[in-house]
């Protein structure tokens, strides 16, 4: 079931010294272009909890906007790298993705809409960016809960319902940036850090501890011994493996990819009876040039109720196949267009993503209890026994070992756990 966005007021001490009144009235000024308008009443919160926001620092700024004695309530999203935390700022600069989200918000999701609209199709992919600042790295959004946007528990996961609604705008945000890149009007190609890149491998300890914790989890339930060993002979070829799923293919669709399609880095509108009827899209810190096989792996094997990943990835692959035919085919660009049967032989050949994404990436996002508490940037990313330990305690969750069981016999039965 949807929950609003989880918010906690900030203490004084916590507030960074430039996020104040000026800060908001200088943004909308310059939008405006109305020097004498001013911000009152502000009030700024985190969103955001242990478990949610892995990579940045995120708040929600609200306030009354006063010109000409006329008052209207305002709020904005500010997102911003961790000021006081060295390793996470060392690592997420190397992948600079700061400044790659920012490029995605300022220039080339406006040219998706703008072609988009070109053809009728009016779709929003995600909230308008309202500032940015290259050198601090600092983005302001539009706060898509003023509009009743809300988040789903990522502990619950989401159904067939939600799932068909993030396909249609992925399907939209793929077709997009092929027709962006065909026409020569950004160059596309040349954003290629994602989470397994070839010039950077700050991000790849996240896989390679949390792959060690999988096998000493492995090794201790009963009858699943044989898998523990073969995780072992593997482990050397982990990050190989990953590299080489996000190389772009000759032979396949090349789109530039969300990178971190997960259920928290989308959020959906419910009409009155609380059925979710329009969803945005969020959070582009991981996107490059790579498979389009990439996003969908990685949206079903972190954010699909387990039910539903166990029983209708086909019936989503064929669904998103429709919709991302459809829009190439309207942006001059079919000819581009997968068959069905060409994009399920991609899923099969990338299907080594299922053990990545579901038994390495979706522990971590599905914690709860007092874990969550425990889940920071430091403790997903670092190599220090406070960091090895809390991924020991990921994998104690039974959610976790449910997912084990179901994709670790399959994988092994198509081959992928094999040197």
């Excluded at 308008?128 to 790295?137: G, V």
């Excluded at 959610?399 to 040197?419: E, S, T, Y």
Aim: with cysteine; net charge neutral.
């Amino acid at each position: 079931m949807p929950v609003d966005i989880k918010t906690v007021a900030c203490a004084d001490s916590e507030v960074p010294n430039w996020l104040n009144r000026p800060f908001f009235e200088d943004i909308l000024r310059k939008r405006k272009k109305e020097k004498d308008i001013l911000v009152d009443s502000l009030k700024l919160e985190f969103v955001g909890g242990k478990g949610e926001n892995y990579a940045s620092t995120i708040y929600r700024g609200q306030f009354n906007t006063v010109l000409n004695q006329n008052q209207r309530r305002c709020s904005m999203i500010v997102k911003t790298a961790y000021e006081d935390n060295q390793l996470a700022n060392d690592i997420l600069s190397k992948n600079n993705v700061f400044t790659q989200e920012m490029e995605m918000y300022d220039k080339i999701l406006p040219l998706y809409h703008k072609l988009l609209r070109s053809v009728g199709d009016c779709t929003q992919i995600s909230p308008k960016s309202l500032f940015s600042d290259y050198k601090s790295k600092i983005i302001v959004f539009q706060d898509l809960s003023a509009k009743d946007f809300k988040m789903i528990d990522r502990r619950i996961r989401l159904d067939y319902e939600h799932a068909t609604l993030v396909l249609t705008k992925l399907a939209r945000l793929h077709a997009a940036s092929v027709a962006v890149q065909e026409k020569g009007i950004y160059d596309l190609k040349r954003f290629d850090m994602g989470m397994f890149n070839r010039k950077t491998y700050g991000i790849t300890s996240f896989f390679v501890t949390n792959y060690d914790a999988l096998t000493n989890c492995v090794a201790k339930m009963m009858g699943y011994e044989m898998y523990a060993d073969k995780l072992r002979k593997l482990r050397p070829h982990l990050v190989e493996r990953g590299l080489k799923l996000y190389d772009p293919k000759e032979d396949e669709l090349n789109v530039l990819i969300h990178g971190d399609l997960w259920t928290t880095n989308v959020m959906f509108r419910y009409d009155a009876e609380q059925k979710p009827i329009e969803v945005q899209l969020v959070d582009y810190q991981y996107m490059c040039w790579a498979p389009l096989t990439i996003d969908l792996h990685y949206f079903f094997n972190s954010s699909l109720t387990e039910e539903l990943r166990q029983t209708g990835i086909d019936g989503l692959v064929q669904f998103y196949h429709h919709h991302l035919s459809d829009t190439l085919i309207k942006l001059g660009f079919g000819h581009k267009a997968p068959t069905l049967h060409e994009l399920q032989i991609s899923m099969l050949k990338s299907e080594f993503c299922s053990l990545i994404f579901g038994l390495l990436s979706q522990p971590t996002m599905i914690v709860d209890g007092a874990l969550a508490t425990e889940a920071d940037f430091n403790a997903i990313i670092g190599l220090d026994e406070r960091s090895l330990q809390f991924k020991e305690k990921v994998y104690t969750n039974e959610k976790v070992h449910r997912a084990i069981r179901h994709l670790l016999p399959q994988l092994d039965r198509r081959g992928l756990l094999d040197c």
